[in-house]
């Protein structure tokens, strides 16, 4: 037999929150869950994007391997 009183409590309600709204509700050992990112904002299930640049670190590797445009020095027209 299994043992009585053992297992958590089951919140089949449970609500997801995300920037203090609720995006979801699910089942959890928990009445409430507080997340950063779920699937309706993150970048692989929204097609979106971002590049977050921490000290130019992205420039740097475009620069590197050529994939941005030649930058045109500010000095070129006081010659």
Not at 66 to 75: L, R, T, V, W
């Amino acid at each position: 037999m299994a043992k009585s009183d053992i297992h958590p409590q089951w919140y089949p309600e449970a609500k997801v929150y995300c920037n203090g709204e609720v995006v979801m509700t699910v089942g959890s050992t928990k009445p409430e869950l507080h997340v950063d990112v779920w699937s309706g904002n993150h970048p692989f299930y929204t097609g979106t994007q971002k590049i977050i640049d921490t000290e130019g670190r992205v420039e740097r590797f475009l620069r590197k391997y050529g994939m941005m445009e030649a930058e045109q020095p500010a000095d070129d027209n006081k010659k």
